[in-house]
Structure formats: structure tokens, C-alpha cells
């Protein structure tokens, strides 16, 4: 104990003691929040799992009662026909470069929009945040028609442009990575790259980008999983010659006896890149976001 730390009254030095006793402790969770995670971990995963055991039957073993509640011995057979017959191949070429393009493009304009909003000053950024955030509350179903007849006076019919185009960038990612930056990146930090020399395009490469990496992990993780399931927009500028995942199953759907069975094959094989792709950079994306919260 200090010189210092003598002079303080009693009950100070007491809790000085029982925080500095208590701060490398480690929290445990309790029986209770075992089960409670447990329970959401089934009722997420329940979906999944059935889409696969419906997948692994055939469709007139699903139009029984009761339903299947365990794998079958056909989930082969109906993933192979599933994907012949939408031709998913081609579907998932499209689709991540579609998906993939959006995300890269998504994540650089809206990290550079969110801090152009955040730290700089110019005229009208009030104005021109509240009409950028304006624009989420239009239904995108009213953009259809003249983002279909501009789309086909630039010849771009049946294209996978026509699908990346309007989505370059988006207002949500925008105010997303603004509300971010508004307080993760100290403006001091920025003032004292300028001092140092540094131009704007090493201070967003060298400051910005560094700080700002937690949060656009997590804009690149739903970026892309809402560009790979994208349906309204794909399935009236593409055709079944160039489809991407979605357009492609709905291919699965026609028909005077849609086989539950094959679309259910052809709906799993959809979902698997995105599991593919949260298990390859889960741990990145969870981690970049543990430490944002640990230097907020």
C-alpha cells in the first residue's frame, strides 16, 4: 500500500481492494443461460434441419401425415437433380459475383460516405444525410418500373449489371458506418495526421479503414447475405439463360406437380455458401466486432 493510499478513509481503501481482488475474475454463466441458449440455438437451427431432412425424402413421403422427423436415404439423388435441373451451376457463378461485387462495393462507398458524414465538414451535410437516410423509407417495389426501363434504354436486359448497378452502394451502409465513426474514430486522431503531413487518401488507408474495420465486417456480413437471397429485383432483370441462386430455384417451382422434395434439395444447396462462407470468416467478423466494443 502507497503513502497515498494511507491517507484515504478506511471504506475507500476497501473498495480499492475488492476492485482491484475482483478485476481478474472471470464471469461463468449460470445453468439458466446454458438452457436459454440452448433453446435459440435449436429453434434457429430447426429450419435448416428440416429443409435437409425434407431434402433427403421423396415428395410423396412428405404429403403424408405425420411429416418426416429423420433423414431419408434420397438426398443425393434430389440434390443432383435439383441442381441439373435449375442449372445451379451457372446460378452460383452469378451469384457470387454478383453477391461478392455489391459487398466489396457496399463496404468501400459506405465507409467512405460514413466518414466523409462523421468528421468532415462541408455545406448542406445535414441536408444530405437526412435525404440519404430519407431514402430507406421508400418501398424499393416503386423503383422497379423505371429502374427496368432505365436498365433496358442502356441495353442491359438479362445482364448481371443490371442487378449490381443499383446496389453499388446503399443509405443504410451509409448512416451504418457513420454512426460508427461518429464515435469510434477521435477526430484528434485525424487532426494529428494532417499535422504529420499525411494527404486525406493515406489518412481514410491508414486511420479510417483501421478503425473502422469491426464495423465493416459486420456491413460486409449482411451485405452479402441480402445480396446472395435478393429476389424481387434478380427475377425481373435476369432470365433462366443467365440466373443467379434465386432466379435459378424458382425454376425448381413449375410445373403441374412441383416435387417438394427437389426444391427442398435445390433451397439447401442455396443456404450452403452462406454457411460456408460465416464458417471461413466467422471468427474474423466476431472478432473484429469484440474488439471495436473493447476499444469503445
Do not use: C
Not at 439458466?32 to 437451427?45: D, K, M, N, Q
Not at 412428405?62 to 435449375?86: H, I, R, S, V, Y
Not at 458524414?117 to 423503383?143: D, E, H, N, Y
Request: net charge positive; hydrophobic share 55%.
Amino acid at each position: 500500500m502507497t503513502t497515498s493510499e494511507l491517507t484515504l478513509p478506511r471504506n475507500v481503501r476497501a473498495k480499492r481492494r475488492r476492485g482491484r481482488t475482483g478485476a481478474g475474475k472471470q464471469l461463468h454463466a449460470g445453468p439458466v443461460t446454458y438452457v436459454v441458449l440452448t433453446v435459440f440455438a435449436l429453434v434457429s437451427l430447426a429450419p435448416l434441419v428440416w429443409t435437409a431432412i425434407a431434402a433427403s425424402r421423396t415428395d410423396r413421403r412428405l404429403a403424408e401425415t405425420p411429416p418426416p422427423l429423420w433423414f431419408g436415404g434420397n438426398l443425393f439423388k434430389n440434390l443432383q437433380t435439383a441442381w441439373d435441373q435449375a442449372g445451379l451451376g451457372t446460378a452460383m457463378f452469378n451469384s457470387v459475383v454478383v453477391a461478392g461485387t455489391i459487398t466489396v462495393s457496399t463496404v468501400l462507398f459506405s465507409t467512405l460516405a460514413g466518414f466523409a458524414f462523421a468528421k468532415l465538414r462541408f455545406r448542406f451535410s445535414g441536408l444530405l444525410l437526412l435525404l440519404t437516410v430519407g431514402t430507406m423509407m421508400i418501398p424499393p417495389q416503386l423503383a422497379v418500373v423505371p429502374l427496368y426501363l432505365w436498365m433496358s434504354d442502356l441495353g442491359w436486359s438479362n445482364q448481371l449489371q443490371t442487378v449490381v448497378l443499383p446496389s453499388l452502394v446503399t443509405a443504410f451502409g451509409t448512416f451504418f458506418m457513420r454512426q460508427y465513426l461518429l464515435q469510434a474514430l477521435p477526430t484528434e486522431l485525424i487532426e494529428a495526421a494532417r499535422v504529420d503531413g499525411a494527404s486525406s487518401l493515406r489518412i481514410v488507408w491508414h486511420v479510417v479503414f483501421p478503425a473502422a474495420r469491426p464495423a465493416m465486417a459486420v456491413l460486409g456480413l449482411l451485405t452479402f447475405v441480402f445480396a446472395w437471397n435478393d429476389f424481387l429485383w434478380p427475377i425481373i432483370a435476369l432470365n433462366q439463360q443467365n440466373p443467379t441462386v434465386q432466379v435459378a430455384l424458382n425454376s425448381l417451382g413449375t410445373g403441374y406437380v412441383p416435387d417438394q422434395a427437389v426444391i427442398m434439395a435445390g433451397a439447401l444447396l442455396g443456404t450452403l455458401p452462406l454457411l460456408f462462407a460465416f464458417l471461413l470468416f466467422g471468427k474474423q467478423i466476431v472478432g473484429g466486432i469484440m474488439q471495436g466494443a473493447i476499444k469503445g
